[in-house]
C-alpha cells in the first residue's frame, strides 16, 4: 500500500516519546499526581470519558485537574463528530495539552455505545471525528487503537484504517500491538490472551513514515522501552506504571535528556502529603489518593508494612490522614538506613 501524505494537514504538538496510558479506575487526577513526582515529562492520560458524560454531567467532576499533571491528554470515548468536536472544545477550555480518541476498548458497555475498538470497522467515522475535532480545536488530537479486531486482523486491515484516518490529521496513532476479540473475552483477557505482534506496529511506521507511531502492550521495563524507540516514535506504558510505579523513575534522564536529580520513594510519598493534605480536608477518603500509592514500594523491605498500614486505616478524620500516611511511612527504612551509598542523583543519559 503506497499512503498518501498529508501536507495539508501538518503534525501539531510536541513528539512526547513516553506516555502511561489510559485506565480506568486508575489514572484520576491524584494517580496523576503522584506519577507526576516520579516522572516531569511523561504524557499522562485521564480516564475514558464518554461524550454523553461530558454533554450531559458534571463537567467539573470529569475534566478538573491541576497545574502539575501537565503534559496531560483526555482521553474521550464517542462517535458523532459534532459531540466530539464540542468535546474537544471543552478540552482546550480546560487546558488540556491534548485529546485522544478511544478506538481500542472492547468491553461489551463501550461496544453498546458504539465507540472503542468496535470504531476500528469504521474508519471514516473515526477520520470524521478526527476532522470534526482538528477543525475546532488546536492541540493535537490522536487515536489510541488495536492493531485489529475479531477476523479483521491483518496487517493490511490495520494500515487501510491508519491510512484513511490519518487523511483526516491525526497527530499520532497510538497502537496496542494486539487484536481485539468483541465477543468472547473480557477486556481483562483482551489485554493478555491475544500474542502481541509489535513487527506489524514496526512495519506501520516503516510503510508510514511521515505518521507518529506510539506502540503500546506488553512493556514492563526501561530497557525494552528504550529498544523499542529504536523503530517507533514513542511508548506508551500501561499497567506495569500502575503496578510498578517507581521503575520509571529515569525516565527523565533516560528518555527525555533531562537528568534531574532522582526522589528516593521517601521522597515521592512525602511530595504527596499536601494533595493528601488538600483532598482529605475536601472530603476525600483518605484510601481514594492512597490506593495509588500501594505499590510505590515494590519490592523493597518494608512494602508489606505499608501497605498493611494503609490498607488497615482507609479513612480516618482528615486531622488524621498527614499521621496515618507518616506512620505507615516510618515502617519502610530509608534508603540510606540499607546502602549508604546508594546514589540520589541519575547519571546523565
Same mark, same amino acid.
Given at each position: 500500500m503506497q499512503p498518501m501524505k498529508r501536507d495539508s494537514n501538518p503534525e501539531r504538538g510536541e513528539r512526547r516519546p513516553f506516555s502511561i496510558?489510559?485506565?480506568?479506575?486508575?489514572?484520576?487526577?491524584?494517580?496523576?499526581?503522584?506519577?507526576r513526582h516520579i516522572t516531569r515529562h511523561t504524557l499522562l492520560y485521564t480516564e475514558m470519558v464518554t461524550t454523553g458524560a461530558l454533554i450531559h454531567g458534571d463537567r467539573p467532576h470529569h475534566l478538573d485537574f491541576s497545574d502539575v499533571e501537565h503534559p496531560i491528554a483526555l482521553q474521550l470515548g464517542g462517535d458523532d463528530p459534532k459531540a466530539m468536536a464540542q468535546c474537544a472544545r471543552w478540552a482546550v477550555e480546560w487546558g488540556y495539552d491534548e485529546v485522544n480518541i478511544n478506538v481500542g476498548c472492547p468491553s461489551d458497555r463501550v461496544q453498546r455505545g458504539q465507540f472503542g475498538a468496535c470504531l476500528m470497522d469504521q474508519p471514516q467515522r473515526v477520520a470524521d471525528c478526527v476532522a470534526a475535532m482538528r477543525g475546532a480545536v488546536s492541540i493535537p488530537v490522536t487515536v489510541k487503537h488495536r492493531i485489529g479486531i475479531d477476523d479483521r486482523d491483518k496487517y493490511d486491515h490495520m494500515a487501510q484504517f491508519v491510512e484513511i484516518v490519518s487523511q483526516a490529521g491525526c497527530d499520532r496513532f497510538s497502537v496496542h500491538a494486539r487484536k481485539a476479540w468483541l465477543q468472547g473475552l473480557s477486556p481483562k483477557e483482551n489485554r493478555t490472551v491475544p500474542p502481541l505482534r509489535y513487527d506489524d506496529v514496526v512495519r506501520l511506521k516503516n510503510d508510514f513514515p511521515h505518521l507518529a507511531i506510539e506502540i503500546n502492550g506488553g512493556i514492563? %521495563?526501561?530497557?525494552?522501552?528504550?529498544?523499542?524507540?529504536?523503530?517507533?516514535?514513542?511508548?506508551?506504558?500501561?499497567?506495569?506504571?500502575? %503496578?510498578?510505579?517507581?521503575?520509571?523513575?529515569?525516565?527523565?534522564?533516560?528518555?527525555f535528556g533531562d537528568a534531574?536529580?532522582?526522589?528516593?520513594?521517601?521522597?515521592?510519598?512525602?511530595?504527596?502529603?499536601?494533595?493528601?493534605?488538600?483532598?482529605?480536608?475536601?472530603?476525600?477518603?483518605?484510601?481514594?489518593?492512597?490506593?495509588?500509592?500501594?505499590?510505590?514500594?515494590?519490592?523493597?523491605?518494608?512494602?508489606?508494612?505499608?501497605?498493611?498500614?494503609?490498607?488497615?486505616?482507609?479513612?480516618?478524620?482528615a486531622s488524621e490522614a498527614l499521621a496515618t500516611v507518616r506512620n505507615a511511612l516510618a515502617l519502610v527504612p530509608r534508603p540510606e538506613s540499607v546502602d549508604p551509598g546508594a546514589p540520589t542523583v541519575a547519571s546523565p543519559c
Open positions: 496510558a489510559p485506565m480506568m479506575a486508575r489514572t484520576d487526577r491524584h494517580y496523576r499526581t503522584f506519577m514492563t %521495563d526501561m530497557e525494552s522501552a528504550k529498544r523499542h524507540l529504536r523503530n517507533v516514535d514513542a511508548v506508551m506504558v500501561g499497567r506495569a506504571a500502575y %503496578d510498578h510505579p517507581y521503575d520509571w523513575v529515569h525516565v527523565d534522564g533516560e528518555i534531574h536529580p532522582i526522589p528516593s520513594r521517601h521522597d515521592v510519598a512525602e511530595a504527596m502529603l499536601p494533595t493528601i493534605e488538600e483532598w482529605t480536608e475536601r472530603g476525600t477518603k483518605l484510601l481514594n489518593i492512597t490506593r495509588h500509592m500501594l505499590n510505590l514500594f515494590a519490592g523493597q523491605t518494608g512494602t508489606k508494612a505499608w501497605k498493611r498500614a494503609l490498607s488497615t486505616h482507609p479513612n480516618p478524620p
